[in-house]
């Protein structure tokens, strides 16, 4: 075997594990039956399964092959927000798994305003996200 050829199983190997940890993960947190569940669209867990397997080929497209994708403004602006909406409810599912806003607002003897912390935590999380590229870090 030459050492492209082994090169080439390490690559995909490792693919599948990091592949195989994700959906462990998704399945584990339950993260499309949580999101199918609150939008009331559960007839619809196979179109979700189906988009997170394309959104998933598509970036690895783009990551490996670095393929360069002329949307404009308008499109980078979709897929800011595309991509801000996938972090984001993975961010919330990791707080709901480990029901770290319970504990907190229990902690500080929060009643009333649940709400408000958890729309907060996402205003700081654009806000910041909107400085972190206005200033190019």
Known sequence: MTGYAVAV?????????????VVALLVGLGIITRFAGISHTAVHTRLYETAILLGALFGDILTVYQAPIRLGW?????????????????IMALAEVIHIF????????????YSLIVIAVALGKIAG???YFYMRW
């Open 9 to 21: 199983l390490c690559a995909l190997g490792g693919g599948f594990l990091v592949a195989a940890g």
């Open 102 to 113: 319970p504990v907190f607002a229990r902690r500080i003897g929060l009643v009333k305003g």
């Open 74 to 90: 308008p499109g980078l602006a979709i897929m800011g927000v595309a991509a801000g909406i996938y972090v984001g409810g993975w």
């Open 129 to 131: 996200s909107l400085l």
